[in-house]
Nanobody, 123 residues
Framework: VQLQASGGGLVQPGGSLRLSCVGS????????VGWFRQAPGKEREGVSW????????YYADSVKGRFTISRDNTGTTTYLQMNNLEPDDTAVYYC?????????????????WGQGTLVTVSS
């Protein structure tokens, strides 16, 4: 099981980025996916999740109203649309899955991880 996250970059405060997570060798969207992030010197934290059981979405309070998790129609890619970015959003962003339909909020409960993509929000 391999995941690949992409789409990070440098953006000014208030800007937007869209991250993508693709599964290799399996249909990622058959399973729940979570986006996590880790800022320098901080623990990895959950950002957003989508269930494959019923398509329910969940967000950390810090990103609610600014980030949107979604999936494409081909079944292979999960996105994280990030709007109105703030300097505190600066981190390496990872996608992860338990390879089950149910989300796992805790990073330790996700068995499969992408390599991470760096998001830097700075003027």
């Amino acid at each position: 099981v391999q995941l690949q996250a992409s789409g990070g970059g440098l953006v000014q405060p208030g800007g937007s980025l869209r991250l993508s997570c693709v599964g290799s060798g399996f249909r990622l969207n058959d399973y729940a996916v979570g986006w996590f992030r880790q800022a320098p010197g901080k623990e990895r934290e959950g950002v957003s999740w989508i269930s494959s059981y019923d398509g329910s979405t969940y967000y950390a309070d810090s990103v609610k109203g600014r980030f949107t998790i979604s999936r494409d129609n081909t079944g292979t890619t999960t996105y994280l649309q990030m709007n109105n970015l703030e300097p505190d959003d600066t981190a390496v962003y990872y996608c992860a899955t338990t390879k089950t339909p149910l989300i796992a909020v805790r990073p330790a409960d996700n068995q499969y991880w992408g390599q991470g993509t760096l998001v830097t929000v700075s003027s």
